[in-house]
T-cell receptor
């Protein structure tokens, strides 16, 4: 069964450093998303991406964040200068196009720790 | 106001019994979708079940069913014949609007513990 994959599974970085989180969405999906979950809290939407551009972004997704689809398979989230409060689990998700009940399928997540 | 409310931070259930996890939602959009995800201790988010706002029947997927009461704006998850492996966090989520590309809004989750 096709699935969303994410690398790395864990990342530890120093405050102020740049990190790139990578995702490979399900191959026939056209919509891509990033969500994050701070430890013990609810899952929060960051950004959605379609047709090589951002469809929607949340208030969390400020200028420190960027997304890219560098090739036909990868979808990346870059945090330019990490802050302590960026420590969270980051989930990539993807879905098919269309109306109705197209489910967003989540990857296993990348656990980011900023020291 | 909260869009998705899960009022049970934690629940216990005896193995082989059924359990209901509550979820209420708030939207003025006539077209929306409701989802349940399971998050085991390993951290991944596993899709369980989906209910569309125009679906006439309650969704079912194996041991999972969704008790959808539109007028009360509730979408409770029922797990029948609980198994030890059902112990996890469960999140209710909503997509407002008909387009599948729209973001999901999550509730705060319910931690379910299945007792042997």
């Amino acid at each position: 069964e096709p699935e969303v994959t994410q690398t790395p599974s864990h990342q530890v970085t120093q405050m102020g450093q740049e990190v790139i989180l990578r995702c490979v969405p399900i191959s026939n999906h056209l919509y891509f998303y990033w969500y994050r979950q701070i430890l013990g809290q609810k899952v929060e939407f960051l950004v959605s991406f379609y047709n090589n551009e951002i469809s929607e972004k949340s208030e969390i997704f400020d200028d420190q964040f960027s997304v890219e689809r560098p090739d036909g398979s990868n979808f990346t989230l870059k945090i330019r200068s990490t802050k302590l409060e960026d420590s969270a689990m980051y989930f990539c998700a993807s879905s098919e196009a269309g109306l109705g009940g197209k489910t967003q399928y989540f990857g296993p997540g990348t656990r980011l720790l900023v020291l | 106001a909260q869009k998705i409310t899960q009022t049970q931070p934690g629940m216990f259930v005896q193995e082989k019994e059924a359990v209901t996890l509550d979820c209420t939602y708030d939207t003025s959009d006539p077209s929306y979708g409701l989802f349940w995800y399971k998050q085991p201790s390993s951290g991944e988010m596993i899709f369980l079940i989906y209910q569309g706002s125009y679906d006439q029947q309650n969704a079912t997927e194996g041991r999972y069913s969704l008790n959808f009461q539109k007028a009360r704006k509730s979408a409770n998850l029922v797990i029948s014949a609980s198994q030890l492996g059902d112990s996890a966090m469960y999140f209710c989520a909503m997509r407002e609007g008909a387009d599948s590309s729209y973001k999901l809004i999550f509730g705060s989750g319910t931690r379910l513990l299945v007792r042997p």
